[in-house]
């Protein structure tokens, strides 16, 4: 399979070598296109890869937008009449990805992956919502399968309901908490503020692009506000139901799982 990646980030050369990994079963060669053509370069100079311009004309058997999720939709129509066989997407929002895929790439294979965590952190969970099966897209599914990844189905809808809670509203509360509290010494530090301190380390090791992206294309902080808001004024009882009320949830949670 000819593949071209679009966006040459983390996230971007993660598709890239799970594609073309020894044994993988498309058996991939790469080549990447970026805005910054030396990114680009530098992708490909690292990888049995080529670089390829933005603006050129050439074609592939699928291409993979690795793009920033508002970028997507414009991405698709410019990059749909490069792909032979198939189009896809690993850039973590789903709705208006999907619905330009529908748009501009009807007789495409097509699908909408997200890595549910960040490349040094693989494998992991991957949420798909494959829209428009065939070879080319079942064979990439599998190949994301066989790096050690879990690939699970979902729709659009569901996806995007779902990264309210668990990224929006996860990184907010987090970044909130790292904001408004100071610097203890090491020993003041509980089992739940040390966690607490752990999972904020993880989060601001990252850029901060793509988590304002991810603000912008997901409600979920304005809740945790309110929650936040809702404990502060809270007199014994109210603070009593709302405690009852995260017990509950989280015992709803356990009964799923």
């Known amino acids: 399979m000819d593949f071209l990646v679009v966006g040459a980030g983390e996230i971007g050369r993660w ?26 370069a530098d992708a490909a100079a690292t990888r049995n890869a080529d670089a390829v311009s933005v ?21 698709v129509e410019a990059y749909a009449p490069r792909a032979e066989a198939a189009i896809l997407d690993v850039s973590g929002e789903m709705t208006d990805a999907v619905a330009a895929m529908r748009e501009h790439a ?9 890595p549910l965590f960040a490349p040094p952190r693989v494998p992991g969970n991957v949420a798909a919502v494959v829209d428009a099966s065939g070879p080319a897209i079942d064979g ?12 699970f189905e979902t729709t659009p809808a569901e996806h995007d309901e779902a990264m309210e809670t668990v990224q929006a509203g996860a990184h907010a509360a987090v970044l909130a908490w790292r904001l408004a509290g100071e610097e203890v010494r090491e ?33 979920g902080a304005d809740d945790v506000a309110a929650a936040a808001r809702a404990i502060a004024d809270a007199d014994p009882e109210a603070f009593v139901a709302l405690y009852e009320a995260a017990r509950g949830d ?8």
């Not at 603006?55 to 991405?75: E, I, K, R």
């Not at 009807?106 to 997200?114: I, N, Q, T, V």
């Not at 990439?140 to 690939?151: D, M, Q, R």
Request: proline share 6%; with cysteine; hydrophobic share 40%.
């Open 15 to 40: 598709i890239a070598d799970t594609v073309s990994a020894e044994g993988s079963p498309v058996d991939a060669s790469v080549s990447f296109a970026d805005r910054d053509p030396d990114v680009a």
């Open 55 to 75: 603006d050129g004309d050439t074609t592939h058997d699928a291409v993979c937008l690795a793009v920033p999720m508002s970028a997507v939709p414009a991405a």
């Open 106 to 114: 009807p007789d495409l294979e097509r699908a909408s992956y997200h």
């Open 140 to 151: 990439i599914s599998t190949a994301i399968e066989a790096g050690g990844n879990e690939v």
């Open 187 to 219: 020993e003041f530090h509980t089992p739940v503020s040390a966690a607490l301190d752990d999972v904020a380390d993880t989060v601001t090791e990252g850029a901060p692009e793509v988590y304002g992206e991810i603000q912008r294309a997901f409600d």
């Open 250 to 257: 989280r015992e709803s949670r356990e009964r799923h799982e």
